[in-house]
């Protein structure tokens, strides 16, 4: 088995030889990617089903959750299918790389261009759902990254066929097989993390354990998540049928994604009016609440009556509920007086991921997502839109809430920076001398220059 710094340093060298293949090659191996997965379909079902069965035992002794064990399973629905097209819609859009988005005449024949190029070598950990070793891998590609994957042990085998099934395909292409590397063990990782010479980003996708202790670990620059604690906010102003429609499936429709609402913020206003119905909608969806004590009374001095009004309806404790990511069919309940007082409960208690306003007022609207300090601010809208194929990336490395180069989901615009080239036409070259202030001496011109590609 190959070292951790021979991994990383391979990574690097294929990055870096790959940095002068045309753009359509890329496409190109996409394409035969897509065909290679669809070819072996059968293989990775089986390992696949073997996966799910192995952790269907962990999850019954207690050893993992079920929010994993619903990620892990790649043969239900519309997953692969989904993923298959997720390749091609990545292979579709712009190439991201190349890209002139300033472009100055700094002295005659002397021309400034910031051109976008890729970030490098790129480290990628996630847990259970190993469709991200596709995802990754699409991205990865058409932005001209190369990319280290370590999935979690739970999809050991999937993952495994995954890989080998992408190694083989890339040997066809004008990219070298090392260009996408797996890793399985958490050695690897911890040495990996030391590989700061040759890997460039680390993007780590899952728990709020798991983001945690890469940043802590890690001489590598990390981007990325720890919590998708999510809100909807319903304003004095809702309406019934939508506040309903949109909270229930912002809950209940991917519970362990880390988009899905977990706090339910109510304006006073709506507690006797909204609120025992949108209560309903949400126990007959199987939610547990578990509300404050004036969201908790409302419900009571109603009579409120359901069947599941004794199993599904708790007191919340305030020193947890509202800070933790339940990634299950639990949501928190709180009330407040105002939309100021909402969007201060949320800048307190929410992890800036995704925080959405149920109004009818355009300006509760407007003062919401300019107040709400999240990576999305939604009005009207499930939180459960904050997805990079949804937003049309095509698919996502993942969706980060830091506050540089990237936030949210993160797509190809993601994993592009950029670089400044400056061209002089001038017969003997440009230098800093023949510009100041003294007699004889240039002054710079400044001017901007139109181009969307450079002009050599």
Avoid at 49 to 68: C, E, I, N, P, Y
Wanted: hydrophobic fraction near 40%; charge should be negative; proline fraction near 3%.
């Amino acid at each position: 088995m190959s070292s951790a710094e021979e991994i990383a340093k391979a990574s690097k060298s294929a990055f870096e030889a790959s940095q002068l293949v045309d753009p359509s090659e890329r496409v190109k191996a996409l394409q035969i990617i897509h065909d290679a997965l669809s070819a072996n379909k059968e293989e990775i079902f089986e390992a696949n089903r073997k996966d799910v069965q192995a952790a269907k035992a962990l999850v019954d002794a207690g050893k993992l959750s079920v929010s994993l064990l619903k990620r892990l399973d790649l043969t239900s629905g519309d997953k692969f299918a989904s993923m298959l097209a997720g390749i091609l819609d990545v292979a579709a859009l712009q190439d991201p790389t190349g890209q002139i988005t300033y472009a100055s005449e700094l002295d005659d024949g002397l021309e400034l261009y910031r051109m976008t190029c890729p970030i490098g070598s790129l480290l990628v950990i996630f847990e259970s759902r190993p469709e991200v070793v596709v995802n990754i891998t699409a991205l990865a590609i058409k932005s001209g990254n190369s990319a280290i994957l370590k999935g979690g042990k739970e999809s050991l085998l999937t993952a495994g066929v995954l890989s080998n099934c992408i190694r083989e395909a890339l040997s066809k292409t004008s990219l070298h097989p090392d260009y996408i590397q797996t890793v399985q063990t958490r050695e690897e990782i911890a040495s990996l993390l030391d590989q700061d010479k040759y890997i460039d980003l680390v993007i780590p996708r899952g728990s709020n354990a798991l983001v945690r202790s890469i940043q802590s670990a890690s001489k590598i620059p990390v981007m990325g998540h720890a919590d998708g604690i999510c809100s909807v906010y319903v304003d004095e102003t809702a309406d019934l049928e939508k506040a309903k429609r949109i909270v229930v499936e912002s809950k209940i429709d991917y519970c362990s994604a880390c988009n899905a609402a977990e706090i339910l913020i109510l304006h006073q206003a709506v507690l006797d009016t909204i609120w025992p119905a949108l209560a309903t909608s949400l126990l007959e969806a199987d939610v547990h609440l578990r509300c404050d004590e004036k969201t908790l009374g409302t419900l009571s001095n109603l009579q409120y009556a359901h069947d599941r009004k004794a199993t599904h309806i708790h007191a919340a404790d305030p020193a947890k509920d509202f800070d933790t990511e339940h990634l299950s069919n639990i949501i928190s309940v709180t009330s407040v007086p105002s939309l100021s007082s909402a969007i201060q409960f949320i800048n307190s208690h929410s992890s800036h991921h995704t925080d959405v306003i149920i109004s009818e007022s355009e300006l509760a609207a407007s003062t919401f997502v300019r107040g709400v300090d999240s990576a999305g601010t939604f009005w009207n809208a499930s939180s459960r839109f904050a997805d990079g194929f949804r937003y049309g990336f095509g698919t996502e490395v993942g969706i980060s809430t830091g506050r540089v180069h990237a936030r949210g989901p993160v797509g190809l615009e993601g994993l592009v920076i950029y670089k400044y080239v400056l061209r002089s036409k001038n017969p003997q070259g440009s230098i800093i001398g023949e510009f100041g202030s003294g007699p004889g001496k240039k002054k710079y011109k400044h001017q901007p220059i139109v181009a969307s590609k450079l002009p050599f």
